[in-house]
Nanobody, 120 residues
């Protein structure tokens, strides 16, 4: 079965930066299986629904939610089965647990996520 392990979160002041990583593992989920999928970062703030933050297609075409466009950059390293999210100019409203998964059809399970807390 697939495993998704997110890391890189933490506490940062407004205006700061963080880089998140998400490594995918599991038979039939890595290598070409990983590289052919669109991957995404999502986030869920306390008391709110999970929202889509950014996507990256197999050809590395990217899309962003309006709220993060220009501040976040999604990238992938297919050789490492890993997706990254560079977050700059962080705002308190970016505070959430961040998850990665396949998009639009997720893997059927989620990782533990990584907490990002932005102080004002």
């Amino acid at each position: 079965q697939v495993q998704l392990v997110e890391s890189g979160g933490g506490l940062v002041q407004a205006g700061g930066s963080l880089r998140l990583s998400c490594r995918v593992s599991g038979t039939f989920y890595t290598g070409s299986f990983f590289s052919m999928n669109t991957m995404a970062w999502y986030r869920q703030a306390t008391g709110k629904q999970r929202e889509l933050v950014a996507t990256i297609m197999p050809g590395h075409t990217t899309n962003y939610a309006e709220s993060v466009n220009g501040r976040y950059t999604i990238s992938r390293d297919n050789a490492k089965n890993t997706v990254y999210l560079q977050m700059n100019s962080l705002k308190p409203e970016d505070t959430a647990v961040y998850y990665c998964n396949r998009h639009p059809d997720d893997y059927g399970r989620w990782g533990q996520g990584t907490q990002v807390t932005v102080s004002s």
